[in-house]
């Protein structure tokens, strides 16, 4: 909804991209009482957002011109430029939330786009960690890049979907941080992987010791949830860690050993290891190797 001047109103968002991510964030911002407006080249996706209450639009412009606020959820950074310009050219008064995973140079690149609009409503990134549960439940953990007021501005726009919300700098600062969180969370699945593999191999209850593990320092939500991760983005993700290392001359053996390490794990891999349990006693063989 626009006012007379052509400014939509503060209490429209807009969604563009249902995925996975997108539609779950959809139903909580029209539960939240917010004008939502949203777009997706897969009909299928828009008809189920509109069962939700959200309005559809035929474009990426036709939800900015009906948004205070619009939110970015499409897969690759050519997909985030296209539709940021378009919405940029056609309805610059709407504030751009790239919720996308992107380079930071994607994120300052639409920015000095929009800055370059009269009128122009301005830009943040925010990349979202948590996953599609933390879609689902609307408690995404959301790690923020921009301006302050401008984050202060759309906050209504993220509340409905959001655990916590960090700033932790300028344009891009959501992005890199983001990164960071990958690395992690792939080096965790690695090294889980490989930890419960071994106590497989010397005939101890995978089960068990994972149990066992729960109440150990090694204790996170990774080892708790392994079974219910998908392993979709590791290669996009590691190459985005790649390519932030090569750019301040830091070698990355981390992402390199969870390049190596990542295509031999897969989801039916994990869920054969997670329920092993010995057939005989686990308790393997110990020999004296005292010569």
């Not at 909580?28 to 777009?39: E, P």
């Amino acid at each position: 909804m626009a006012r007379a001047d052509g400014v939509a109103e503060q209490n429209t968002v807009g969604v563009i991209g249902l995925g996975a991510m997108g539609l779950p964030i959809a139903g909580h911002l029209t539960r939240s009482r917010l004008a939502v407006t949203v777009h997706d080249t897969d009909a299928t996706r828009s008809e189920a957002a509109a069962e939700h209450g959200c309005d559809v639009a035929t474009d990426a412009a036709g939800v900015g011109a009906r948004s205070a606020v619009t939110l970015v959820l499409v897969p690759t950074d050519d997909d985030v430029r296209a539709v940021c310009l378009d919405v940029l050219d056609r309805a610059p008064g709407s504030t751009l939330v790239i919720c996308s995973s992107v380079h930071p140079a994607t994120i300052r690149e639409i920015a000095a786009a929009s800055a370059e609009r009269p009128g122009h409503g301005g830009v943040l990134d925010a990349a979202l960690t948590g996953g599609v549960r933390a879609a689902e439940d609307g408690r995404v953990n959301l790690l923020v890049g921009g301006e302050s007021a401008a984050l202060a501005r759309v906050r209504p726009a993220l509340d409905p979907w959001c655990a916590s919300v960090h700033h932790l700098g300028g344009l891009g600062a959501g992005q890199i941080a983001k990164s960071a969180n990958n690395l992690v969370h792939w080096a965790q699945i690695c090294a889980i992987e490989e930890a419960l593999d071994l106590a497989r191999s010397h005939g101890l209850s995978v089960p068990a010791v994972r149990a066992a593990l729960f109440d150990a320092p090694t204790d996170s939500r990774t080892l708790r949830e392994l079974e219910r991760m998908r392993l979709t983005w590791w290669a996009k993700d590691l190459a985005s860690v790649e390519r932030l290392g090569h750019e301040i001359g830091r070698p990355m053996p981390v992402a390199d050993m969870c390049r190596a390490r990542m295509p031999s794990i897969t989801v039916g891999s994990l869920a054969e290891l997670l329920v092993w349990e010995p057939t005989d006693d686990p308790t393997p063989e110990i020999r004296d190797s005292t010569p």
